[in-house]
C-alpha cells in the first residue's frame, strides 16, 4: 500500500475510458440529463457494454473484465467527471451480481453473469429499500412465504435504479416479519416472471441518467433455486455487498468532485474582474487549495478501502469512511464551484449546476452519511 503508482494496466485503462468520457459520454451527458428520467435511454450503457464496462467486476470466466475493486474505482471516477448517472447504472449493475458472485451456485453464475459483459447492453437492479424500510432495513415488509418447492413473494420496493429495465432483479425480502434480518432471503428474480410489475419511475434532482422505479411483487412465484447463498446467510451477504458497494460510492464523489474542481478552476484563471483573474484573490484560490487537499484526501480513503477488500482484509470501517467523505467532498466541491462561478454556475444546463444536483444524492444512497458514521462510531 505504500506504493501508489498504478500498474500499467491500470494506466490503460483509465485512459481508454478517459478517451471515451471525453468523445462520447460528455457531451452526450448534458442533453440526457435535459431529457429527464421517464425513459431509459440505453445510448451511453451501449459504449460501456461494448468496451465490457458495464459491469466491471464480473470474473474472466463468466465473460466479464474481472476487475478488482481498486480497479473498479478508478473507472468510476472517471465516469463520474461526465456523468454521475451512468457511474449508478454500472454501481447498481456491480450491486445485483456481487451476492451472484459472492455466494451464487455455478448454476445461478452461469445464468446471469455473462448476460453482463454482452456487447448489447444488460442491466440488473438491486432492490432492497421501501417505503417504511430505509435505513431501518428491520422494518421491511415485503415477504417471502415457503409454498412446496416455491417461494411466494409479496411486496414493494422503492427507488430502483435499473429496475426499470432489467434482465434481472437481486431482491432482499424477509420470510418472518418479526425477524426481518434473521430470516432474510436473497432471491434473483428475473425480468419475465410473472408477479414482478414496474411501478412508477421516480423524477429526480440528479443523475437523472439512472431510471429508478418502484417494482412490485404480486404473488410472484419462484422456484427455490433462485435463493442465493445457504439460508440464514442473506443479511450477512446484503452487508457484505453494501461494504464493498460503498467504497465504489465514494470514488463516485471523488469523480463528481474532480470535475467542479477542474471546471472552476479553469474559470477562475479565465474570469476577470478589477482587471485581473478572480483566481489571483486568495479568497478564490485558496478555496481550490483546499478542495484539491480535500478531493486527494477522499480519493486516498477510496483507494484504501478497495484495496483492503481485494485482500478480502477488514474493509468495514475503511469503506464507510470512503462512502463519507467522498459524498461530502462532492457536494462540497460542487458547492464551491457554484459559488467561484458566480451567477453563471446558477443557470440551468451549467456544467455546475448539474454537478451539484448530481452530488447531491451521495449522501442519501448505499447508507446515509449518518448511517456511515454509526458504522464507523460502531467500529471505533
Ligand atoms: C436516487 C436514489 C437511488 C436509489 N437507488 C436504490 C436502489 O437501487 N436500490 C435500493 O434498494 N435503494 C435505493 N435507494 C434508496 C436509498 O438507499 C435510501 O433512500 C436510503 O437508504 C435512505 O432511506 P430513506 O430514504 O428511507 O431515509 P430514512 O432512513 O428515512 O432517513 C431519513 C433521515 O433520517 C436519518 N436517520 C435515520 N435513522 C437514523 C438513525 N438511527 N440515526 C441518525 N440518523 C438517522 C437519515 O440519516 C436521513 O438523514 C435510492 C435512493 C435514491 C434517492
Known sequence: MADFALTREQSLLVEEVRALVQEKIAPAARELDCAGDERFDFTLAELL??????????????????????????????????????????????????????????????????????????????????????????????????????WLVNGAKDYVINGGVASFVTLFVATNPRNVRGSMLCLVVPQDTPGLKVGAVRHKMGIRY??????????????????????????????QTFDRGRSLAGAIGVGIARAA???????????????????????????????????????????????????????????SMAKLAGSRVAVEAAAAAMEICGGEGYLQGHPVERYLRDARVLPLIEGTDNVQKAVIASLL
Not at 451512468?86 to 451464487?104: E, F, K, Y
Not at 422505479?213 to 447463498?229: D, T, Y
Open 49 to 150: 457494454a461494448r468496451v465490457n464496462l458495464l459491469t466491471p467486476t464480473v470474473p474472466q470466466e463468466y465473460g466479464g473484465r474481472g476487475l478488482d475493486y481498486f480497479t473498479t474505482a478508478l473507472v468510476l471516477e472517471e465516469l463520474s467527471t461526465a456523468c454521475a448517472g451512468l457511474a449508478a447504472v454500472v454501481t447498481a449493475n456491480i450491486h445485483a451480481a456481487s451476492p451472484i458472485i459472492l455466494a451464487g451456485t455455478p448454476e445461478q453464475k452461469n445464468t446471469y453473469l455473462p448476460d453482463l459483459t454482452q456487447a448489447s447492453p444488460h442491466l440488473a437492479a438491486f432492490a432492497l429499500t421501501e417505503k417504511s424500510a430505509g435505513s431501518d432495513i428491520g422494518a421491511m415488509e415485503s415477504l417471502a412465504v415457503a409454498e412446496g418447492e416455491d
Open 210 to 239: 439512472a431510471q429508478t422505479v418502484q417494482l412490485l411483487f404480486e404473488n410472484l412465484r419462484l422456484a427455490k433455486e433462485h435463493a442465493i447463498g445457504i439460508p440464514g446467510s442473506a443479511y450477512l451477504l446484503l452487508m
Open 261 to 319: 474542481f477542474e471546471y472552476a478552476l479553469q474559470y477562475s484563471k479565465e474570469r476577470y474582474q478589477f482587471g485581473r483573474p478572480i483566481y489571483v484573490n486568495q479568497g478564490v484560490s485558496f478555496a481550490l487549495a483546499e478542495l484539491a487537499t480535500r478531493i486527494e484526501a477522499a480519493r486516498m480513503l477510496v483507494w484504501k478501502a478497495c484495496w483492503l477488500i481485494d485482500r478480502e482484509l477488514d474493509y468495514t470501517m475503511a469503506s
